[in-house]
Nanobody, 124 residues
Framework: VQLQASGGGLVQAGDSLRLSCAAS????????TGWFRQAPGKEREFVSA???????VYSDSVKGRFTMSRDAAKNTMYLQMNSLKPDDTAVYFC???????????????????WGQGTQVTVSS
């Protein structure tokens, strides 16, 4: 399984960005797909996930501002980020897992496959 994340950049507070993550080696309908982020000096934290049954879960810090989606035909997941804040500054990682359960979705240690990360920097 390989994941390739892209779309990060430097934006101002209030701006929008869309991250993409192209996957190979598995099909999305048989896997959980997720986004995490890691700020300097902090632990990797959950952002959002889509379950095998296509339920979307968000962290409280991004709910209402970020939207996760995925295109099964392209085997690509997306993270639309609106109303960005300086606190959103981090390296964003995409992840997939075939055997996850919903209660573990927010734990980065539970996910098997990771992309390389893409930097998002939000200036004030």
């Amino acid at each position: 399984v390989q994941l390739q994340a892209s779309g990060g950049g430097l934006v101002q507070a209030g701006d929008s960005l869309r991250l993409s993550c192209a996957a190979s080696g598995l099909t999305f309908r048989n896997a959980y797909t997720g986004w995490f982020r890691q700020a300097p000096g902090k632990e990797r934290e959950f952002v959002s996930a889509i379950t095998k049954s296509a339920t979307t879960v968000y962290s409280d810090s991004v709910k209402g501002r970020f939207t996760m989606s995925r295109d099964a035909a392209k085997n690509t997941m997306y993270l639309q980020m609106n109303s960005l804040k300086p606190d959103d500054t981090a390296v964003y990682f995409c992840a997939v897992d075939r055997t996850l359960i919903l209660s573990s979705v927010r734990d980065p240690k539970a996910w098997d496959y990771w992309g390389q990360g893409t930097q998002v920097t939000v200036s004030s």
